[in-house]
């Protein structure tokens, strides 16, 4: 599982995706001179503005999805998906029968991102049209597409399409429809997906039992079990992941075979599926298993090693607690601060002991490790404590470790958070408000309006949103509540600028709806002319087969990135803009899962930070494979300056956040990426 040499079986999909991708990229430079070019542009600029401002457009996604470059088309159904409006449905069902694979696709695509059920027989169709042997890209986002709607329609179309396959010979419709299934939840036929596990083919295998496991279906156990010992990595991949105690117990299987079948894991060539494999020993939370897992806390690998750590910390018992002491004064950020939370795991004495001793460090990144140990001993003195530390990044910290520890209705707790919604760091009101909205009382209206107020002039928006948060609480409590809010906030305050402001009153006070007009069209502060800008700069050499990369040059060495306008533009656009800044340069990565992604992009190096702006979401039909890079979010349309790379591929991942790159570089890049720790610098990001 590395950025070189990529198994077929798992990347089979995308090689066909990327081939439709390619077959419609050469156009802007077809065209037969500038004005042509121009034109284009413009037609480009004014799908972009529809999209970013959520405006469903019908003038310019009909000339989008008319244009004579395919390329154009693909990107007039893009934004027909991102505007979200069911009005484009009837606009992209005739592109499902566009002359160039690539626009069918998105078509398909965009009719997934819409989830209108109307679109389920024709997408049912696509997928029929053609033969095993031509099945391509379109066909196999039609699969998606119809997994994205769901109900019971898009539950018996995927049911239709596993019935009809073979484990034998599946095909790559098949494939699909086993990886898509989990999107079904409870719709999903998991008997369909169990007789795939035993299939020929490792790519069919891996991708029955990838939904089961999502699923957590009872009946996916045994198989799960069964795939532990499989030839193929990727399999081993997905069946150590899959695998948990409580799935075990649904299932009303013994454990002494998996748990045996885990441990010989930990001795696997492949650094990710000793990843797994600790994480699902883990969950056994059986003090004998230790004694398997000490070893690997001096592995090779960054990530196994932490991980190790983690789960010796839930294992507990004298055999864990003895093998992290010694790390408690390791060197490398990530592996002493794992080591610290985990002894307070196994030990709250001792993990007290050893947070105390970092808890006055003048690096503000050990007091608030202090803070997250003192959370996971249930120190609530200590934490309490920490409320006065003069970085406010340890504060949130201590202060969203008591959220977890000490009940809603405590009343000096209570007492705390109210005077903390007066704190200067916007992250520690944010925690606040989200601490009163747990007690609910008329009593803190007034409270949360000032801080309200107070956050306006926040460099970015989450105590405004713990604030509206919290008064739709209140409001939810009684009538009377909804009209003291009503009163003393919605129609005291003026029409909210920030959209994602509007869009949490609208759905938390509904008097917020009258009081501040419709959440939609969003104003984005930028003209036609920046979309234009943006469409010549970047998305106009995409569509013409050039894409931009960066370098990112890290502690560890340096990753290159190829970054796509052609998926997400806007996103690229800022990030380079961001990059010129020099925005990101001296950063760390903040946060780190093995196996999963590293983050970075914070200024702050807490997790809370940001550029100032939101990015509207362009999600697109790039799959989440090893080294893809993805805008981090806090819920819809909240992408700034936070990205992430991850370490491997991650299904659950795709057509949820916005792709706007990948890490290219064969091995190199890929012994970069699995060295990275959390707390490691990034020197710098360039062109």
């Not at 004298?318 to 196994?346: D, E, G, H």
């Not at 609530?380 to 202060?399: C, F, Y």
């Not at 800044?581 to 590293?598: A, K």
Request: proline letters at 5%; charged letters at 20%.
């Amino acid at each position: 599982m590395t950025c070189s040499n990529p198994r077929q079986t798992r990347f089979v999909f995308n090689l066909v995706l990327l081939a439709a991708l390619v077959a419609v990229r050469p156009v802007l430079g077809q065209q037969p001179g500038a004005a042509a070019d121009e034109t284009t542009v413009g037609v480009l600029a004014g799908l972009l503005a529809a999209a970013d401002a959520r405006r469903f457009d019908v003038v310019a996604l009909r000339e989008g999805l008319s244009h004579a470059n395919p390329a154009v088309r693909r990107q007039g159904a893009l934004a027909a998906g991102r505007i979200g409006d069911p009005a484009a449905v009837d606009l992209l069902l005739p592109v499902l029968n566009d002359s160039v694979p690539g626009a069918q696709a998105a078509a398909a695509f965009a009719l997934g991102l819409l989830k209108d059920a109307r679109a389920i027989p024709l997408l049912l169709d696509k997928v029929r049209a053609v033969s095993s042997s031509e099945q391509g890209a379109p066909q196999l986002e039609g699969v998606t597409a119809i997994a994205k709607i769901g109900g019971d329609d898009g539950a018996r179309a995927l049911s239709d399409i596993l019935a009809a396959g073979s484990p034998g010979a599946a095909t790559l419709v098949v494939n699909a429809a086993l990886l898509e299934s989990w999107r079904l939840g409870a719709r999903a036929s998991v008997t369909d997906l169990v007789r795939f596990t035993d299939a020929v083919d490792a790519a069919t295998r891996w991708r029955a039992l990838y939904s089961l496991a999502r699923l957590r279906a009872a009946s996916g156990a045994a198989p799960l079990i069964r795939a532990l010992s499989d030839p193929d990595p990727q399999t081993r991949t997905v069946a150590a992941r899959g695998l948990s105690k409580a799935l075990l117990d649904s299932a009303r299987l013994d454990p002494r075979e998996a748990s045996a079948a885990l441990r010989r894991l930990l001795a696997d060539g492949d650094a990710h599926i000793r990843i797994n494999a600790l994480r699902a020993l883990a969950s056994f939370r059986d003090s004998t298993l230790a004694g398997a897992v000490v070893p690997l806390v001096a592995d090779r690998d960054i990530g196994v090693a932490v991980q190790a750590e983690t789960t010796l910390g839930v294992l507990r018992g004298a055999a864990a607690l003895a093998a992290l002491r010694p790390r408690l004064t390791n060197s490398v950020f990530a592996l002493k601060r794992q080591a610290i939370i985990a002894v307070a795991q196994a030990d709250s004495g001792a993990g007290v002991a050893a947070a105390v001793a970092v808890s006055n460090d003048a690096d503000w990144r050990w007091r608030s490790v202090a803070a997250e140990t003192f959370g996971a001993a249930r120190a609530r003195d200590r934490l309490e404590g920490q409320l006065a530390d003069p970085d406010g990044r340890v504060v949130a910290q201590a202060l969203q470790a008591l959220l977890r520890i000490v009940p809603a209705d405590d009343p000096p707790l209570l007492g705390r958070a109210r005077a903390l919604l007066m704190h200067a760091d916007p992250a520690v009101r944010s925690v606040a408000a989200d601490l009163l909205a747990r007690h609910r009382t008329a009593d803190d209206i007034d409270l949360l309006v000032a801080a309200y107020a107070r956050a306006e002039r926040d460099p970015f928006n989450d105590a405004r949103l713990s604030a509206v948060s919290a008064l739709g609480t209140i409001a939810a409590l009684s009538a009377a509540g909804r009209q003291l809010v009503a009163t003393r906030f919605v129609s005291m305050t003026a029409r909210p600028d920030d959209y994602l402001v509007r869009r949490l009153a609208a759905d938390t006070l509904r008097d917020t709806r009258d009081a501040w007009g419709p959440v939609l069209p969003i104003t984005t502060g930028r003209t036609l002319a920046d979309y234009r800008d943006v469409a010549r700069r970047w998305l106009g050499p995409a569509l013409a087969g050039t894409n931009p990369h960066v370098l990112l040059e890290t502690d560890r060495g340096t990753l290159d990135i190829e970054l796509l306008p052609a998926e997400a533009p806007l996103t690229v656009a800022a990030f380079i803009d961001l990059i010129n800044r020099r925005y990101f340069d001296g950063t760390r990565w903040h946060r780190v899962v093995p196996n999963f992604v590293v983050q970075d992009g914070d200024p702050r190096g807490d997790g809370w930070g940001g550029p100032g702006f939101a990015i509207r979401d362009e999600i697109n039909p790039v799959r989440y494979e090893t080294g893809t890079v993805g805008m981090a979010l806090s819920g819809p349309n909240t992408g700034g300056s936070q990205y992430f790379i991850t370490h491997s591929a991650q299904p659950h991942l795709d057509g949820i956040y916005t792709i706007f790159g990948r890490v290219v570089g064969g091995g190199p890049s890929a012994a970069v990426l699995n060295a990275i720790g959390m707390g490691d610098r990034i020197r710098s990001i360039h062109r």
